[in-house]
């Protein structure tokens, strides 16, 4: 049974350009979320998505972000016109039900802006 | 409010002593609290739970932890460290929220681990 899995794991853009992070969650799991983890600090919740749905995106930033999670195929993490600022590692989590006390993370994708 | 404060940034510790992570927390909610590894440039790896059962709770390799409700504390224990525990430890608190489970992380602690 494969854990959560992300790619790329580490993805190097220029500044302006798109990235997009793939996370695929456990077989039989239909709860995403994304969470950031910026240098020396712990992770930060971003967005908690189900099947077609996003259900809370309290810590998404509120522009160039946003994060999908279609009918077929992985979620997607996508942040548009990259800034140093986004250089962090951002790691995907699934659950079986969105009131299960645990997550399963992935191994997290690290995005570099030169 | 839900959050997470780990004391310590640095702990370090030599090999065949013991190690003492410690976690203090706030929930409005009775918590479900964990703690995770990541090793460098690696994923984040349960190591145990707390989910309202049995107040010491045995995780993996060795670990433990004790939920004191009355000192809100969890933290974290293992009698003899290891080199290869050398690692990034977190504290985190789950609280529900819009019908899930948010996570609260700690800001993490670096054990380093002596020969």
């Known amino acids: 049974n494969a854990g959560v899995m992300q790619n790329p794991r580490h993805l190097v853009r220029r500044g302006g350009q798109e990235a997009r992070l793939r996370c695929s969650p456990m077989?039989?799991?239909?709860?995403v979320y994304w969470y950031r983890q910026l240098p020396e600090e712990g992770l930060k919740f971003m967005v908690y998505?189900?099947?077609?749905?996003?259900?809370?995106e309290s810590g998404m930033p509120k522009e160039r972000f946003s994060a999908e999670f279609p009918k077929e195929g992985p979620s997607i993490l996508r942040i548009q016109q990259v800034v140093r600022g986004d250089s962090a590692a951002y790691f995907c989590?699934?659950?079986?039900?969105?009131?299960?006390?645990?997550?399963?993370f992935g191994q997290g994708t690290r995005l570099t802006v030169v | 409010a839900q959050s997470v404060t780990q004391l310590d940034s640095h702990v370090s510790v030599s090999e065949g002593t013991p190690v003492l992570l410690r976690c203090n927390y706030s929930?409005?909610?009775?918590?479900?609290l964990f703690w995770y590894v990541q090793h460098p440039n690696k994923g984040l790896q349960l190591l145990l739970k707390?989910?309202?059962?049995?107040?010491l709770v045995k995780g993996i390799n060795g670990f433990e932890a004790e939920f004191k409700k009355s000192e809100t504390s969890f933290h974290l224990t293992k009698p003899s460290a290891h080199m290869s525990d050398a690692a990034e430890y977190f504290c985190?608190?789950?609280?529900?929220?819009?019908?899930?489970?948010?996570?609260?992380f700690g800001s993490g602690t670096k054990l380093n681990v002596k020969p």
């Open positions: 929930s409005s909610y009775s918590p479900s």
């Open positions: 985190v608190v789950s609280a529900p929220g819009n019908n899930f489970n948010k996570f609260y």
């Open positions: 077989k039989g799991h239909s709860h």
């Open positions: 707390y989910t309202s059962a049995a107040t």
């Open positions: 998505l189900q099947k077609e749905n996003i259900i809370d």
């Open positions: 989590a699934s659950s079986p039900t969105g009131g299960a006390p645990e997550a399963f």
